[in-house]
């Protein structure tokens, strides 16, 4: 199983990012996608899924600027970042999570996103 994230870099306060991940190995369809954001100091944050159906949530933090999608024949996800803050830092990774199990299972190596005020 692999999860390859890439799409991070260095943004001003305001700018826009697109993270993407791409897969091998699992059944894309049946697994509900995660992006997650690890700040030092901090817990690991689910910030956006996505279900194999296309359902999405989002945390708090990010609704309304944040938008998770995907591609299923494409084994890809993406996460539209817009309207960035300073506290929306972090190494962001992507995960999979498989139909009907509750814990994401497969993890991918995470992209760094700084966001400069």
């Known amino acids: 199983v692999q999860l390859q994230a890439s799409g991070g870099g260095l943004v001003q306060a305001g700018g826009s990012l697109r993270l993407a991940c791409t897969t091998s190995?699992?059944?894309?369809?049946?697994?509900?996608m995660g992006w997650h954001r690890q700040v030092p100091g901090k817990q690991r944050e689910l910030v956006a899924l996505?279900?194999?159906?296309?359902?999405?949530n989002y945390a708090d933090s990010v609704k309304g600027r944040f938008t998770i999608s995907r591609d299923n024949a494409k084994n890809t996800v993406y996460l539209q970042m817009n309207s960035l803050k300073p506290e929306d830092t972090g190494v962001y990774y992507c995960?999979?999570?498989?139909?009907?199990?509750?814990?994401?299972?497969?993890w991918g190596q995470g992209t760094l996103v700084t966001v400069s005020s």
């Open positions: 995960a999979a999570r498989p139909l009907q199990e509750t814990d994401f299972r497969s």
């Open positions: 996505i279900s194999g159906g296309g359902s999405t």
């Open positions: 190995g699992i059944i894309f369809g049946l697994n509900t």
